[in-house]
């Protein structure tokens, strides 16, 4: 069954620092795969996506991602990170096929230390 | 921009009523909108699927008679929480997919939260 793994429930980091959040999926095509962020009591931002190609894809916000196939990994990066950054990150899988259902990992929390 | 918005963004009701719950696709015709359901600190399931002008797709263990969707025209779907419950309490996400392009993607509303009292 498809699913995707989000290992971190938190990470705290200090503002300036790199971040990296992980996520793993199982699916068994090639996935189309998804970062969002969730502000407190807020709906779901699109920070960047993988649909094929170029296997590091940039997002918004200073954010990127490397698709790793061998893997299974599509980890979400920033190199140095700001206060307002702090949020919940979840990583997503959409089943292909035409079909528009997204399966959403648990999600990863984080805070960042002034 | 493709802005999907939700109302109310919370509401507090009593045991026994129901609650409709508004998504709309502001600048953009959306053929598809989804309701997910966020428990605190949780993910976001997926509780059905909703088409214009047909009847919406339910996930497993949704209970289609307590979870009514309405998706009657390209810009809205309504989803009535009938009867509700303190266990029906939780955060109400809807997105909606564009008739066309953006591959696919979906664009999310603001949440709804809901308290059963």
């Known amino acids: 069954a498809q699913s995707v793994t989000q290992p971190d429930i938190h990470i705290t980091v200090s503002e300036g620092a790199s971040l990296e959040l992980r996520c793993n999926y199982s699916y068994g095509a090639t996935p189309y795969l998804f970062w969002y962020v969730q502000s407190p009591g807020q709906g779901l931002q699109l920070l960047l996506k993988?649909?094929?190609?170029?296997?590091l894809v940039q997002g918004i916000k200073g954010f990127e991602a490397e698709f790793k196939r061998s893997q299974s990994s599509f980890n979400l990066r920033k190199p140095s990170v700001h206060w307002s950054d702090a949020a919940e990150y979840f990583c997503?899988?959409?089943?292909?096929?035409?079909?528009?259902?997204?399966?959403f990992g648990a999600g990863t929390r984080l805070a960042v230390h002034p | 921009g493709a802005v999907v918005s939700q109302h109310p963004s919370w509401v507090i009701c009593k045991s026994g009523t129901s609650v409709k719950i508004e998504c709309r696709s502001l600048d953009f015709q959306a053929t598809t909108m989804f309701w997910y359901r966020q428990f605190p600190k949780q993910s976001l399931m997926l509780m059905a699927t909703s088409n214009e002008g047909s009847k919406a797709t339910y996930e497993q263990g949704v209970e289609k008679d307590k979870f009514l969707i309405n998706h009657a025209s390209l810009t809205l779907s309504t989803l009535t929480v009938t009867s509700a419950h303190p266990e029906d309490s939780s955060f109400y996400i809807c997105?909606?997919?564009?008739?066309?392009?953006?591959?696919?993607?979906?664009?999310f509303g603001p949440g709804t939260r809901l308290t059963v009292l």
């Open positions: 997503a899988v959409r089943l292909g096929g035409g079909y528009n259902k997204l399966i």
């Open positions: 997105s909606a997919k564009k008739l066309a392009g953006a591959n696919n993607e979906q664009f």
């Open positions: 993988y649909f094929s190609g170029d296997t």
